[in-house]
């Protein structure tokens, strides 16, 4: 829609979560070596937590696309609040393997079977669960017990990526035996103030733009109305782009952002206070 007017190839600031964009501020690389390391390290369980729309997902599908050492077999689970279904079906299915009507010892035994064949194959399985926060502690008790398949060799890497509640969860006494399999883990807080212009130019370069179509009173407007927390940055970004090219002006400024935030608050459903469990931004520095 806007992207002729501002000389841009593709919406710098869209909230799906594709690798090119993904900005590496100073705790996104934390977060990216801890995944990293889990990976390549064979870590049974790997943990990766934070606020809504911090860049949890982009980071996992920015390893995985990248990913150094042997192939990787993936499989993503992205639907955890599920009510029917064991488990075990909804992990046959993210690796598009045969689980209707199979009883749950003959699933667990054709799983095993199958990461076995993997292995052989010279690759290596990973298992991605999104929105893990949402597993009841049956479940995460169930993928505890599916790691006891690594018995002779790693044949399935389990990646949790969650909101903070995840945190809290694996902290609690029950939860002991499968918090002491999490070899890497880490908590992404929201981006730093410092971050701020960083994460413009880099968003808007890799969509053939530069960082002069938002002034840097505009940028820090934004960014602090979104407390440093990507999705909500991208939203509130999107939205002045939309506004600016209804203006009709080359660049937006801080005047416009302010626009843009008014209508939000006062017409929107949008508050991006309630995306960030982490402090404010004078306390972002962990």
């Not at 990787?72 to 009510?83: D, K, M, V």
């Not at 002779?152 to 990526?161: A, F």
């Not at 509130?236 to 209508?263: H, P, Q, T």
Request: include cysteine; charge should be neutral.
């Amino acid at each position: 829609m806007y992207e002729k007017h501002f000389g841009l190839q593709a919406r710098p600031f869209s909230i799906l979560p594709d690798p090119r964009f993904l900005y590496l501020g100073h705790h996104h690389k934390i977060a990216y070596t801890m995944l990293e390391y889990g990976l390549v390290g064979q870590a049974g369980f790997t943990v990766i937590t934070g606020a809504i729309g911090s860049g949890k997902t982009t980071l996992v599908q920015k390893l995985v696309s990248a990913a150094p050492g042997k192939p990787i077999t993936l499989g993503l689970i992205s639907t955890t609040s599920i009510a029917t279904g064991t488990l075990m079906e909804w992990i046959m299915m993210s690796f598009r393997q045969p689980f209707e009507g199979m009883s749950y010892p003959r699933l667990h035994r054709d799983f095993g079977d199958f990461l076995r064949r993997q292995a052989e194959n010279g690759k290596r399985v990973v298992l991605v669960i999104d929105e893990a926060q949402n597993l009841l502690a049956e479940r995460l008790e169930e993928l505890r017990l599916l790691s006891n398949l690594n018995v002779d060799q790693m044949l399935l890497q389990l990646v949790l990526v969650g909101q903070p509640e995840l945190r809290d969860m694996l902290r609690q006494p029950g939860m002991r035996q499968l918090a002491q399999r999490v070899s890497s883990d880490f908590h992404l807080p929201p981006l730093e103030h410092a971050d701020a212009i960083p994460y413009f130019e880099h968003r808007l370069k890799v969509a053939g733009g530069n960082a002069r179509i938002f002034t840097r009173p505009a940028i820090y407007e934004i960014f602090d109305y979104a407390r440093g927390t990507p999705r909500s940055i991208n939203i509130v970004a999107d939205k002045c782009l939309v506004y600016g090219f209804g203006d009709g002006v080359s660049k937006v400024g801080r005047r416009l952002v302010g626009r843009v935030i008014a209508d939000a608050d006062r017409y929107g459903i949008y508050d991006p206070a309630e995306n960030t469990n982490d402090s404010p931004i004078a306390d972002f520095i962990v």
